[in-house]
């Protein structure tokens, strides 16, 4: 049987396969649905069942990719109880206390892009590779990242000063075109600190 999901084949030949699966990954071939990442050998993982034109077998996810993204799937494998007596698997109350705070993380996700104090001094420029000072002024854009065939757009810190180089790079999404608008109506500093660090990023071509 392949890891990266069942073998469709194999899988034919047993029609009567649970529409769940939670067990420790036996291998680490397999692949997330959810993160796209690899699934390690010996962790949770959540199997649903896919029936498709080619055969029969599951799709797997790591459990805590799962409860944030498809709890509802998760919950139907605890009242299904599809795991092997004498596994341990977190309480369901766990999962879905999970999946709220994913749920409130994304709430409160500040548009990009935005100008902040940086909470410490353990940030780094994503530009420069250069520390940022803990109450600094530093930008926050978005840089394309890829999870297999997905593509998306993730928060990074950057200097002042190191915007326009940013804004170059061939992975930036964040636009010039508007740019000092939404940086000002994202942003929830005083006019004056905007005013401050606009002035540090200087002026932006479109």
Request: glycine share 4%.
């Amino acid at each position: 049987m392949a890891e990266e999901d069942s073998n469709p084949s194999q899988a034919a030949a047993e029609p009567e396969l649970a529409p769940y699966l939670l067990e420790s990954a036996r291998s680490s071939r397999s692949k997330c649905r959810t993160c796209r990442r690899k699934i390690d050998k010996d962790t949770l993982r959540l199997g649903i069942l896919l029936e498709g034109p080619f055969g029969t077998g599951y799709l797997w996810h790591h459990l805590l990719c799962a409860a944030r993204r498809r709890l509802e799937d998760v919950e139907a494998a605890y009242e299904q109880h599809a795991f092997a007596e004498g596994l341990t698997v977190p309480p369901l109350a766990d999962l879905q206390a999970l999946k709220e705070k994913a749920e409130k993380a994304r709430e409160e996700r500040k548009e990009l892009p935005y100008v902040e104090r940086a909470p410490s001094g353990r940030s780094k420029c994503k530009n420069c590779g250069k520390p940022i000072a803990q109450d600094a002024l530093r930008v926050v854009l978005a840089r394309e990242v890829s999870f297999g065939s997905q593509v998306r757009a993730t928060p990074i810190n950057v200097h002042p000063k190191c915007v326009h180089a940013e804004l170059e790079s061939e992975d930036c999404m964040t636009e010039v075109d508007g740019f000092e608008a939404q940086l000002r109506q994202n942003s929830e500093l005083e006019a004056s600190v905007m005013d401050q660090a606009l002035a540090a990023i200087g002026a932006l071509e479109s």
